[in-house]
């Protein structure tokens, strides 16, 4: 893999679980803290898929990197269109970096 693809597939992991946090433990969107259920979801459709192509980029395994790539899409769609502009957007961001290091050519 590319030096520079490689460094985009770890950043864009690390940048989307910060936001992840971000979203779960200080939301400036809200002053209530996130719900269990909550926690559990965002744990499960974004956070899960992101360390999962986070471990894909670095073992070079382009096959997780596009299974997390899938399983993150909706819901990291969802948060990220949701409402434009806000810092919500930097989840679709980094969705399309997870697309570019799946995508890309040995």
Not at 21 to 48: E, R
Not at 49 to 67: A, W
Request: proline share 6%; hydrophobic share 60%; charged share 10%.
């Amino acid at each position: 893999m590319n030096k520079v693809l490689k460094m985009l597939g770890i950043c864009a992991p690390l940048v989307f679980l910060a936001v992840c946090a971000c979203f779960l433990f200080v939301n400036p969107s809200s002053n209530k803290p996130a719900s269990l259920s909550t926690m559990g979801i965002v744990t499960a459709m974004l956070v899960l898929p992101s360390l999962l192509v986070l471990y894909g980029v670095l073992t070079e395994r382009k096959r997780l990197v596009r299974i997390g790539a899938i399983w993150v899409l909706p819901y990291g769609m969802y948060a990220g269109l949701a409402s434009i502009p806000s810092i919500w957007n930097i989840f679709a961001l980094c969705i399309v970096c997870y697309w570019i290091a799946a995508l890309a050519k040995k």
